[in-house]
């Protein structure tokens, strides 16, 4: 069955703290996802990789890095964390294919609070 | 205006109703709609996916698009509270699982 592991379910950080979020996935898929997802937005793309060592960014990208070293591995990093990046951080990884086949397949997610 | 608009609920519902959820959205672009089911601390998973306009049915889930008024509907039949979830609209112009412009979701509780 399709897996896709969010190191951590609840995190709480300081103000300028530098913060890892890690994703992993076990099904060799080329392209992973990072969103955030906050009440009444919806998910927004932060960034995207498609292959390893491979990244392109989203919609809101600011204050965000991202690293894929390995194919399964993709780490969301927060240079210097602040109040306004308290969310909830979902990771996804997208099946190959055309039409439904291509679906993401979501992580349960990261609560991050900066305090 | 966001691209896409969604009633963020909640809308509470007793066992056995029909439910209708909507989203509006303004790209005409957009070409693949899909439904997402979240249940509290999980993440969204897949549950309904059209390809331009029409009607898709699974189960007692169907999915709705009509591209000429920009709306696309969800409606179950039969809920149960097993239902109980957040259910998030979401769209594209290019496929699935490309460049997905999601609504802000509609939480929907089931009551026995």
């Known amino acids: 069955d399709v897996k896709v592991t969010q190191s951590s379910r609840y995190l709480v950080k300081r103000t300028g703290e530098k913060v890892f979020l890690e994703c992993v996935q076990d099904?060799?898929?080329?392209?992973m996802f990072w969103y955030r997802q906050d009440p009444g937005l919806g998910l927004r793309l932060i960034y995207f990789?498609?292959?390893?060592?491979?990244?392109e960014k989203g919609d809101i990208p600011e204050g965000y890095s991202v690293s894929r070293e390995k194919k399964e591995r993709f780490s969301l990093i927060l240079e210097s964390a602040s109040t306004n990046q308290t969310s909830m951080y979902l990771c996804?990884?997208?099946?190959?294919?055309?039409?439904?086949?291509?679906?993401?397949?979501f992580g349960s997610g990261t609560q991050l609070s900066v305090l | 205006q966001k691209e896409v608009e969604q009633d963020p609920g909640p809308l509470s519902v007793p066992e056995g109703a029909i439910v209708s959820l909507n989203c509006t959205y303004s790209?005409?672009?957009?070409?693949?709609f899909m439904w997402y089911r979240q249940y509290s601390r999980k993440g969204p998973e897949l549950l309904m996916y059209?390809?331009?306009?029409g009607n898709k049915e699974d189960g007692r889930f169907t999915a709705q698009v009509d591209k000429s008024s920009k709306y696309i509907s969800l409606f179950i039949r039969d809920s149960q509270p097993s239902d109980s979830a957040t259910y998030l609209c979401?769209?594209?112009?290019f496929g699935a699982g490309n460049m997905l412009t999601f609504g802000g979701g509609t939480r929907l509780m089931v009551k026995p």
């Open positions: 996804a990884s997208r099946a190959p294919g055309t039409g439904p086949n291509e679906k993401l397949f």
């Open positions: 099904m060799d898929h080329e392209n």
């Open positions: 990789s498609y292959d390893v060592k491979m990244k």
């Open positions: 790209n005409s672009a957009f070409q693949y």
């Open positions: 059209t390809y331009s306009s």
């Open positions: 979401a769209m594209s112009p």
